[in-house]
Each structure stands twice: as structure tokens, then as C-alpha cells.
């Protein structure tokens, strides 16, 4: 059985992009979120494999909302996805606890290894 996704990005396109490339390859999404407060609502509902997280959204971002998924759950598997040059962000949600980053425009094979990498 494919591992459960939640995927949260505050850009519909995006969503369904990435939604796209892991429903073809197996994996199952069970969630969206189009803010970092709603992925964490989410994540509580959901309990999935795996979250694909964007660092720049409205209302809570992606870091704050990865500290807060982590508190509920110390175990959480957090993929963090950002536009080029957000150096910093990106080291700030490992250190926060994030397994791996994705960076934007996506290519499908990178979203895939990181994928694989994190949840098998």
C-alpha cells in the first residue's frame, strides 16, 4: 500500500503539480492545506506518512507550522519545499526538524527521491 501524503501549499497549481507526480507513482495524498494552520488541523485529522510542506504561506508559514506538527508529534516526516534562494529558511526547518527540502520550479524525479528517501 502507498504511503499517505498531506501536501501544503498556499498555490492550488502547486498542489495538484505535486498531488500529479506522487498519485502516478504510488503514493496516496490524503490531504491538502493552503496555510500552515490548516496543515497542522490537518496533520492532528490525518495522522499521514509524510508532509510536504511550503515555506512561505499566509496566515502561519511553513517553519512555524513544522514546529508545531513536530510538538504534536516527535516523529512527524516533514518535507520542506521553498523558492530559490531561501538558504536560510531552508537550514531554520532542518534545524526545526525537517527531513529534507525540495526546491521550486519542482522537477518530479527530486520530489520522488526525496519521497522515497524519507518514507520508502
Known amino acids: 500500500m502507498g504511503k499517505n501524503i498531506l501536501i501544503c501549499d498556499d498555490a492550488a497549481f502547486m498542489r495538484m503539480?505535486?498531488?500529479d507526480i506522487l498519485?502516478?507513482?504510488?503514493?496516496?495524498?490524503?490531504g491538502e492545506a493552503e496555510n500552515g494552520a490548516v496543515a497542522?488541523?490537518?496533520?492532528t485529522e490525518l495522522k499521514p506518512d509524510l508532509v510536504l510542506?511550503?515555506?512561505t504561506m499566509?496566515?502561519?508559514d511553513g517553519i512555524q507550522a513544522l514546529k508545531k506538527i513536530r510538538e504534536k508529534d516527535g516523529n512527524a516526516s516533514v518535507i520542506m519545499c521553498s523558492a530559490m534562494g531561501?538558504?536560510?529558511?531552508?537550514?531554520?526547518?532542518i534545524q526545526a526538524g525537517?527531513?529534507?527540502?525540495i526546491?521550486?520550479?519542482f522537477q518530479a524525479d527530486r520530489v520522488l527521491e526525496a519521497v522515497k528517501k524519507v518514507v520508502g
Open 53 to 55: 510542506m511550503d515555506i
Open 23 to 30: 498519485s502516478k507513482n504510488g503514493y496516496n495524498v490524503v
Open 98 to 101: 525537517a527531513k529534507d527540502f
Open 40 to 43: 497542522v488541523e490537518k496533520y
Open 103 to 105: 526546491v521550486k520550479p
Open 86 to 93: 531561501q538558504q536560510a529558511m531552508v537550514i531554520e526547518s
Open 17 to 19: 503539480m505535486i498531488k
Open 58 to 60: 499566509p496566515e502561519m
